[in-house]
């Protein structure tokens, strides 16, 4: 297949892609065509359909996946297809995986990273409730494998929230190691569970948008409910742990203005707000290097200033 | 018994009250005493035991109930006890209302108004959520009503969380009369629910001080899990209606600088916040004017500014 | 009148609008054309004049009326209007009501009802006052009758000041009814002049935009001045009430940063504070579930955040 | 007289004071004493009366001036007066200009200054204007030359009013000159004018305290009033100019925030408030300097940081 | 040479401007066209190169002197030119000073008004130092001559460094003898020097440009360390005088967010950062009076509100 | 010694403390008297002189070293000193140490893991300056050890510098190894050079409070023209790669309003600004952990709200 990103100018089109929106419009000459967008992966493209009557046509609908026959071409310094024939395509003409972005990392190699993570974690009661959720819940597993991190800027993709949690732990692990003081278990098992609302938060890729539960809840408050749940399955699970626990889940995002109803009031609390947006803001940085390709400085909406790779010599 | 707000210098104090605080001191000339606070729900007043020696004074402990029996005299402007004895008293010898402050209008009363709003609420689901907190959970019941709806400024004291959830749920069904886009069931459930987490958020009357999950957790997010275990007993609660009421409780300080984890997004949620804020700020102001004495011009933290009683002619 | 909101593609049209602006332009190939802007009460639409020589041209200019006849049509997804002959139109040619976008509830009943309320005040100089303007003052009744409350997001019509001044009084009536320690005649006079000087700080319908006293000195001083005015014509109006009355005015922005000089500082410009914010903001939302016909979220300007109409059940 | 600032440990005191709070106490072996505070111009000082039986004890008042005849004394690293006889003085026994704080400069002067500013105006309204409060306005023109400019921190004496608007208007006259595009006329007449009210903000000396209106409306609102008020008395003082007048005076402290209800919209007005923040911030930095007698730093509330004095070498 | 703001539809353009912007796109029907935009300092104005094989097209790159044939046409309301030959132009054909836009002022009478000042700075180390920059270093005189004082919005052209310098060195002077406890030649030596470090910070006009230093380090970091190197170079120079001149310089933003390592803590600093604020805002509004031609409102981004000119009568 | 935490009611006190205040006062019975506190590491405690003739009394002062013989006595709750004799004490007599609080850990050891940190930096140029500072100027290197990484609230004491500064590259070095995009030897020399501008921020202990230039310039521009002057010693350093370490130093306080003259632009500024919050931030919370003895929550300052220790069980 070829990909949206390495459409050129003049390339003949003859693929399946996503159809994202679909709409119709009149030329200056009083003809009828259609403005669809088509995306994958690895990005949009628009289309113009110029022969509103051609087959097909009427068959489809914005999220169904469509076969393109089309030419690419400059229009206005934007390339765009002018596509000749399109139509609704079957499931065994694509793969889906083409159409969700993912981490460049292996997510099953990141999710025995986290087992790990969870095999160190001494205190029985946290340890159980870490095998509820990542061991023995076949739907939550699946989920969080395929769910992103965020909508946008960082870890936008799906693993991101399995690359984002695992980046999480291992900062927390380090703070555990470098400040004695911290409780490596209470803080270990507080980073894996940080975001576990986020598989209820963002649809499924390839739409990833915030669900209406989403919106109205968000993934703290619904986190938090997800482990108050799982906790009152484990006997004798201590209150004051459930507590502190989801403490830590509840302040994550460090202050009020940032969605946490709680600001963190211990120091695992403390240590795994830090961790969480350290994580978020070097993989921002980086996402940004990997599609920059020069020295010049930009504008971050994310940084709120001016940025730029590092020459560094 | 003699209130603490009707001692004056000069008088024989023999009564019991609720000892706040317990510490030893040294006069000048080396001599041993001990500082004591003791309160009712009137205030607070200083006392010295010169005699440190004297029977009964190492028997109690800070929140004990004492019998005190010594003189009222002012020093450095300010009223003090002289105690010539002090005892721990008997659960016999007083009435624990003397040491909770009370809501000035009946509880009963106005449960019953709240029985009555409930009443109104048409939508079978919300109606069976109401009645199984408010007329089914005997627990919860007695606690709803002993509960303040905060530490200070206002409505803190017994009776206080009935009053101010009375007040909010009044503001909201005149808010749906005069807006009939308002879902008024929706609005008057979440007026009626929007603090039930208080009730573990404050310990009980005397103390009315800010529990351990209160810190941890806040009555945001113990509200939402209290709502969410009811919801789960009714069978066919719709999720998206359970969703709703849930963002209403999330969302009722209305920003989340102030604590919720979400903004009001539905016309609800956002009459509700208002509704909070203004029963919260108007009976805040209420209760300085019934403090205040003159027309001059006070600094109120509350209002961040300088306040008074109106003329008005 | 064929509306603009009912304009459809493929419709001819020939009606009197009003010019909002009015461009000359040139074609790739050198053509002369204008680009005219024309709308009523219901919305605008872009129009193209490609014979720029047509009679009746030069003869008009912006925020005239003017007769168009032409073709609806789709360009690139949005329709506009090819204008074969437009003129300057007569007076007798149209309704300027067509052009007001008024409030769609009747104006002289809610004014009735605004009478209904002055009736209730009981102080003899606030009722003199409120007579002085709402009923003795022929010129503030028409221009107080034609005003909005806004130039967008709520009230943003024709009637909107006495819509927004009636919910807003009868906001404060049920609060002087819930908490007794409130004036009520001190706050029913306040609400319904809060907003009098808005009639000078918008421009009249169809313009209604800031004039340049409104620019310069706002509602919010211009109003105290008025008021000001009628009270010295009051034989024997208290200072201490005419203080009060212009506090009232002066803070009912709530904070400094909303624009009021003074934040509130007795307890009937609280509750007029609240009062003026909820009734703007409620109303507001009104107006977006009006306009919306799905349960989608949407990002909101005025509430700075995502908001979706209620599903309720 | 011995002025406050004077009186030294061991000193005899003699002399009438202004008596600014009174309060009865108990010595702890419950003998009854006063606590008063007197005061003059130079500052204030705490006094003890032991004999709470002496002759004039209950013969005055706080505000009232007293003959005191005591003795000062060091008590816990503070001066004290213990006093032996105090009574209500006479008129006669007291200048009243020893209980003011004044201008280090001389009011009529700065006052001539003024004048002199004010026949540099050459438009006609405004010259008018200026002469009407400046020049015919006897009650006005006394009020002003004993007005301070503030409370405390800058300018916070007799006489402070005056030298406060002279040194605005200088800075003023000379943005004119420097950048011509300025209105200067127009600058002046606000600059001279931009506190007027403040002669009715604050009571007069020796309270030098916020009046009722003062915090109901503030001087920038009466300030507006009162120059409306004379501009009415003008016959065809353009509105325009009136306008841009108030608006001056209405944003004179350059920010919502700040309680001007307008921000400045144009040049004068910019300039103004530029004006203003300079001369009262350098005016506060000088009040600084002369009270401080190190080069230590020392953390200053006014300008929210540690300032010291300069070395310069 | 005919400059950008005086081309006309119709025109024939035969001259040289400076490339900012050169991109290939296609039309509707395939065929290859150039967007270019030309510039000089007195604007921009797009192109379009039909005829993408037209002889020299290849042989120029943005940044890049050309000479331009072609015909000024309106397209959708803008203006642009249709560009029949395009060649990159010889160093003779034009002159550099067309291309950067200049002070209405003379620079070199300003740099004199700068020396002059300079002569009345008595102390020796002072002197000397505003000498060594000033006087001494020609490299450092060339650049500061050329500078603009800021990327846009006030005293953005070649001169804006020296004119708005003389502006701030004015007010300073003028502050000193307002205010006597002010160190003039303190002051008049920071404000001379309090922006030299943009000589660094923006790369030279046509560009005027953040450079690469000028994004990591910032005018004020860079000013720190030229005028330190110049200092160690005064053999006794003091060290206290030194830090507070630094001081001064580091402060001049006055506030820590607006990029100030520290707020004001000596009076001239406050002074200093009154005298660089005030001098940028009324330049500013300066420039937009002279663009603006009507007394219409307009929102300004520079003042976050809306502003107009001053009728004045 | 006795420390001063370890004086007890009834102590006999014979040792050598440092004295901070010394004020004269006078009893109630006019009786001189001396107020005096004394310190050492492990904090302070006030002392009464009553005979303020005793011999030795007028020899010492603030700041200096006394022998202290005298009685502690428990007055108001608080334990003080009754000084029977006192006297400026010989250097032979106490030990330096003993009044400056220091690390906990071996400040030698930790020095050590610096100078490793040290040898993994592979740039020449970087390596380079490091051992400019940390290996070749004596002064630099004992300056470093002995200083605190401020005031109060985290690594307040002796050695409080070198384990910061040791924190930070630890976690930088983490950062580098998680994250491979980050330049591992621009970080750690950043994050071993982002404080040094503190050795002359605080002055030496027993005393570590600002010093002039810590001030008037703050330890971010020391830092910055230390570096500065180290670079200019090493031949060939890259101006670019001077530039980023700068600017690292520059923004590692993350945001404008807290002292930072630029933000972050490259990822080894975000990673340092992060590594320094959070070290600073844990760091402070551990302190607040070894001072608490209860699993209360107290309101910190540092925290802006209530923390408490971990139960974690």
């Not at 990103?5 to 003949?12: R, S």
């Not at 004051?240 to 211990?266: Q, R, T, V, W, Y």
Request: proline share 3%; net charge negative; hydrophobic share 35%.
């Amino acid at each position: 297949m070829r990909y949206v990103k390495d459409i050129k100018d003049g390339y003949t089109v003859q693929d399946v892609y996503l159809c994202k929106t679909k709409n119709s419009a009149t030329t200056k000459n009083g003809k009828e065509y259609l403005n669809v967008i088509i995306a994958d992966k690895t990005g949009n493209i628009d289309c113009k359909i110029w022969n509103a009557d051609s087959a097909g046509i009427s068959d489809f609908e914005p999220m169904d996946y469509v076969f393109v026959n089309g030419e690419a071409k400059t229009f206005n310094g934007n390339l765009q297809i002018d596509i000749r024939q399109i139509r609704k395509a079957d499931a065994s003409e694509y793969n889906v995986e083409d159409f969700i972005p993912t981490s460049k990392k292996d997510v099953e190699e990141m999710y025995d990273a986290i087992l790990k993570c969870i095999s160190t974690v001494e205190n029985n009661y946290l340890h159980a409730l870490l095998e509820e959720f990542f061991v023995n819940d076949a739907e939550f597993i699946k989920a969080f494998k395929l769910s992103s991190a965020a909508k946008s800027i960082h870890h936008n993709f799906a693993g991101g929230l399995v690359e984002h949690t695992l980046g999480v732990a291992r900062l927390c692990a380090f703070y555990a190691k470098q400040y004695p003081a911290i409780n490596k278990d209470l803080l270990l098992t507080a980073a894996l569970c940080h975001d576990i609302g986020k598989i209820y938060e963002y649809s499924p890729f390839p739409e990833n948008d915030y669900t209406d539960e989403g919106n109205l809840l968000g993934h703290i408050v619904m986190g938090i409910e997800m482990a108050g749940e799982k906790i009152k399955g484990i006997p004798g699970f201590p209150k004051d742990l459930a507590n502190e626990l989801k403490h830590c889940i509840a302040s994550h995002h460090g202050k009020l203005e940032f969605g946490s109803p709680k600001k963190p009031g211990i120091i695992e609390a403390v240590a795994l707000s830090y961790a969480d947006d350290t994580d978020a803001k070097i993989q921002s940085f980086i996402q940004y290097i990997e599609d920059a390709e020069t020295y010049d400085w930009n504008f971050s909406r994310a940084f709120d200033g001016s940025i730029r790779m590092t020459k560094g010599e």
